[in-house]
């Protein structure tokens, strides 16, 4: 594509990623089943639990709409004071892949190695596998985030194995 986009991520970017992450996987899913599980549970035995019962329901029911996005936040706010994200890195979308450069380090991803792209409204998403990832905010792409969700995909499916 020949342009080259800044990217650097914030504490909201980090997190946004990671809740969706989270919540999207099948662990997440159950995590938020249990949670109305616990509500229930806690609002039709309120009468007749004991009040050890009741905190352990509390705890339950308040897992996945509080205590997790905590979680994720504390940790997102940690991972982008990590020495790599603190500096912006430059992305550029070329034939042979995805060129990633700081400072004078330089990594290309082959579009073999990415694995899924999904665009969202705050963020395009690169999966290189199910656990890592590549945040692109979309206030970075300098308008241009339509274009490249579109080049991405495109070369990843030519580069399907």
């Not at 970017?13 to 949670?35: C, E, K, N, P, W």
């Not at 009040?51 to 936040?73: M, N, Q, S």
């Amino acid at each position: 594509m020949g342009k080259r986009y800044e990217i650097q991520l914030t504490r909201g970017d980090m997190f946004r990623f990671q809740l969706r992450h989270t919540y999207t996987s099948i662990a997440g899913i159950v995590t938020v089943l249990l949670s109305l599980v616990g509500v229930y549970m806690l609002v039709s035995k309120w009468n007749v639990a004991t009040d050890t019962y009741k905190i352990a329901l509390l705890f339950v029911a308040l897992y996945a709409p509080v205590v997790e996005p905590v979680r994720l936040f504390l940790r997102a706010a940690q991972q982008v004071k990590s020495p790599t994200l603190a500096k912006a890195i430059g992305y550029e979308f070329e034939e042979e892949g995805v060129i990633l450069t700081q400072d004078t380090d330089r990594v290309v991803i082959p579009w073999e190695r990415v694995s899924k792209i999904i665009p969202t409204r705050s963020a395009i998403y690169m999966y290189l596998d199910k656990v890592r990832g590549y945040i692109l905010p979309v206030r970075n792409l300098q308008g241009d985030e339509q274009k490249i969700a579109d080049y991405m995909m495109r070369m990843r499916e030519a580069h399907k194995e």
